[in-house]
């Protein structure tokens, strides 16, 4: 370890103060004073010169210095109560700007309630930094019990696209540079940055400092596809009889807005969007086969997948969902693959024409090869698909007209639909069972990235760090469609939206419980079932103990009045929507992953 790390054991600076720089060399000996940096300046300064404006965390020791110092140094300091909230926020905050999202959190337990956000991103295909204080290696090493022991670095290996240690401050801008450069580069990910308490106070030459900073140069290198791969696939997709194409979040993330759409129309087919690709093209758009879904899934032939990965959420590309005679049979399909992992193809069905690159330059290439001569899809298919989708518009509009006492998700979220088609930059949240599936299905978008929701594992309690994030990092309204179980994982956070007065509207598709609100104990004992809630509770006052606006609604007419006031207000607002307690299927519309019990 060099004398630096033991020279300025800094005594915490208040907040005004702790910018001047610091000087070190006495005057006494006549020798001109150096003017010195440390730790905290030069991870601030690696990650502003990267252009990072806003973190996402919660202080603590070793971090809390730095928090105020991101502040004063003019980065956005966003605090969580719940470190878990801001690492989904960290997430998300990638998601939408292609820069990393930066979560920031205490040693050990602050760390591992960050690991689950940092594990989702990875999952997720997002770029997020989780940068956590740690605590003194030799003696985590030894096991000899620091404060907040933990070998962070091992642990987040296994759940991280890559994980980083830096122990020295000259090392810092190398340390950040490769997080940028792992989170962002090929298929985003999750990246740990271990920052051990030491590393901080550390001072080194303010010149040396800067010099050992690195400005990633195009940390998101484009990947320019094989021209005899673009030709494959061009042939394949000519082939077909019954094209499809498929939308992915990665699709929405590549931000090639204007050439996905180009590709979709010159080609004439037919498309289903994956649940954050909506709004790629407006839902509303005549090829979006989204209202045909288990029509056009078991009859295509030729499908075109561009960022989506045939995994659970595509039934794994085969089994009933597409035309197979039983759960794991091939329905014949013969699939394009677009996508920046070399490795996705044939992760569950073969892939006969893999297209390799980036989003952006694949397209462009396909574009390429597409002229006037393109044979559209045959009629006979483009014209079934519209047909099959006219039946089941036709169905679903029925439904939605119907005003029930008390409401259903679908009476309900027929205001939600209006209200998205009259704000459509708004941005959506979405998570739950129910609340999530009738949501996907009922609430049209017609822009790119403005639904954001549950991702690849389903998971709960993305709702108020996505709110928090897509609030911050857009300026945007937020609308969050949550249910009432999984709005309970990150409620919490109602506080950090209202203290950053930052425009949300929650609402809250209240039924009582996890997917129902009517089961009892099956013993007939007084614990209530493990899948209820206590009844009829008040989640709006909440939101007005922390000073926002709290509605309680039991009509479509009162939850489209509090949306309305909501939106025009731009105040923190949790709407409680009073819904049919008996009006939601167990896992909503998974319900075939649940186990069976083999024992009657
Ligand atoms: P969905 O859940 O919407 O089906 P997935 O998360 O399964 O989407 O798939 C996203 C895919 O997009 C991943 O396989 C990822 O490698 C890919 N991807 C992400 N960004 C890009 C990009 N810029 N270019 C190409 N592929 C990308
Ligand atoms: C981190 C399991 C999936 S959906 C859900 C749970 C608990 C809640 C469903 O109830 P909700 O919606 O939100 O009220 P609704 O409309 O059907 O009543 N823990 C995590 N992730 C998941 N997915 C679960 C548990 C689950
Ligand atoms: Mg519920």
Redesign the pocket.
């Known amino acids: 370890m060099p004398d630096t790390a033991t020279k300025s054991a800094t005594p915490s600076a208040t907040a005004t103060a702790q910018d001047a720089p610091k000087v070190a060399g006495g005057t006494e000996s006549g020798v001109q004073p150096q003017p010195e940096t440390d730790g905290f300046h030069l991870v601030i300064d690696a990650l502003k010169l990267n252009g990072i404006d806003t973190v996402f965390g919660l202080p603590g020791i070793p971090i809390t210095d730095l928090t105020r110092k991101l502040q004063v140094a003019g980065m956005r300091v966003i605090s969580f109560r719940h470190e878990q909230n801001a690492g989904y926020a960290a997430s998300i905050a990638g998601f939408l700007t292609q820069k990393p999202g930066i979560c920031l959190t205490v040693s050990a337990p602050g760390f591992l309630n960050g690991l689950t956000a940092l594990a989702h991103a990875t999952t997720n295909c997002f770029p997020m930094i989780l940068i956590s204080g740690s605590s003194e290696r030799e003696i985590v090493d030894l096991l000899q019990g620091d404060y907040e022991e933990m070998d962070q670095l091992a642990i987040a290996k296994p759940l991280a696209k890559a994980a980083f240690r830096v122990l020295h401050a000259e090392d810092i801008g190398v340390g950040v540079a490769r997080a940028i450069r792992a989170a962002l580069s090929g298929r985003p990910g999750g990246v740990y940055l271990d920052l051990p308490a030491k590393l901080f106070p550390q001072a080194i030459d303010a010149a040396a400092g800067k010099g050992s900073l690195i400005k990633v140069v195009d940390a998101a290198p484009r990947q320019i596809p094989a021209p005899d791969a673009v030709k494959r696939a061009l042939d394949l997709l000519k082939s077909a009889k019954k094209p499809l194409i498929i939308l992915g979040k990665g699709a929405a993330y590549a931000q090639a807005d204007a050439d996905i759409r180009a590709l979709v129309e010159k080609t004439g087919v037919p498309y289903l969007p994956m649940s954050m690709a909506k709004g790629l093209l407006p839902d509303t758009h005549e090829q979006c086969a989204s209202a045909a879904r288990s029509f056009v899934l078991p009859e295509a032939d030729v499908v075109m997948l561009i960022g989506a990965r045939l995994n659970w959420l595509l039934s794994h590309g085969k089994g009933k969902t597409w035309g197979g005679a039983s759960a794991k049979t091939w329905g014949g399909q013969k699939f394009v693959q677009v996508d920046i992992s070399p490795q996705e193809a044939d992760s569950n069905v073969r892939i006969d024409a893999p297209l390799v690159g980036d989003i952006g330059s694949c397209v462009k290439a396909l574009l390429a090869g597409i002229d006037t001569r393109w044979p559209k899809p045959p009629p006979e298919w483009t014209s079934a698909v519209a047909d099959r989708k006219k039946k089941n518009v036709a169905k679903m509009a029925e439904t939605l007209t119907k005003d029930p006492s008390p409401m259903s998700?679908q009476s309900a979220l027929n205001v939600v639909r209006d209200i998205v088609k009259a704000n459509p930059d708004a941005i959506l949240v979405n998570?739950?069972?129910?609340?999530?599936d009738f949501t996907r299905s009922i609430v049209d978008m017609y822009k790119p990235r403005k639904r954001i929701d549950?991702g690849t594992?389903?998971?709960?309690?993305i709702g108020m760090g996505y709110c928090v994030a897509a609030a911050a990092v857009t300026g945007q309204q937020v609308i969050a469609v949550?249910?009432?179980?999984?709005?309970g994982?990150s409620g919490m956070e109602t506080e950090t939206i209202c203290r950053y007065k930052l425009p949300v509207c929650i609402v809250i598709?209240n039924?009582n419980?996890?997917?129902?609100?009517d089961e009892a104990n099956p013993t007939g004992g007084s614990d209530p079932s493990p899948l209820v809630f206590v009844k009829d509770a008040r989640y709006e006052k909440l939101m007005e103990a922390f000073g926002g606006v709290g509605v309680h609604v039991t009509t479509p007419a009162e939850l489209r009045k509090a949306m309305e006031e909501a939106i025009r207000s731009r105040k923190p607002t949790l709407i409680n929507a009073v819904?049919d307690e008996g009006g939601?299927t167990e896992?909503?519309r998974i319900t075939s992953l649940n186990p069976a019990a083999k024992k009657k």
Do not use: H, K, P, T
Request: aromatic share 16%; no cysteine; hydrophobic share 45%.
């Open positions: 998700f998570e739950g069972a129910n609340a999530l549950v594992w389903g998971i709960m309690g949550e249910g009432d179980s999984a709005f994982f598709m039924n419980g996890v997917y129902r609100g819904i939601g896992s909503g």
